[in-house]
Nanobody, 126 residues
Framework: QVQLVESGGGLVQAGGSLRLSCAAS????????MGWFRQASGKEREFVAG????????YYADSVKGRFTASRDYAKNTVYLQMYSLNPEDTAVYYC???????????????????WGQGTQVTVSS
């Protein structure tokens, strides 16, 4: 089982930046697609950014495109979310997610592994 620990959240003024980190406990981290989600108070959890297992592909919610960047460091088993030009609407608890589907054999049923971190609070003041 992969354990994910987020860090880097905090209080920042509008227009500022933060970098979130998500450290994975297992070397299998390199085989997982990773994602960042957030949940504001009273709202549904929403997708923010994702990065493929290879690191070749990244994708973002429209609301953060051009401001947030996801990256990963395989040596450190860590994925990052660099956030620029923060605004109060970015205030939320940010969660890291690891997702992988494997096929043990050609005719086998797929096995999906899906893990979440505990979240880190980001608060942007106006």
């Amino acid at each position: 089982q992969v354990q994910l620990v987020e860090s880097g959240g905090g209080l920042v003024q509008a227009g500022g930046s933060l970098r979130l980190s998500c450290a994975a406990s297992d070397q299998s981290f390199s085989s997982y697609a990773m994602g960042w989600f957030r949940q504001a108070s009273g709202k549904e959890r929403e997708f923010v950014a994702g990065i493929s297992w290879s690191g070749d592909y990244t994708y973002y919610a429209d609301s953060v495109k051009g401001r947030f960047t996801a990256s990963r460091d395989y040596a450190k088993n860590t994925v990052y979310l660099q956030m620029y030009s923060l605004n109060p609407e970015d205030t939320a608890v940010y969660y890291c997610r690891a997702d992988r589907t494997v096929y043990p054999c050609i005719e086998c049923q797929p096995i999906r592994n899906d893990y979440w971190g505990q979240g880190t609070q980001v608060t942007v003041s106006s």
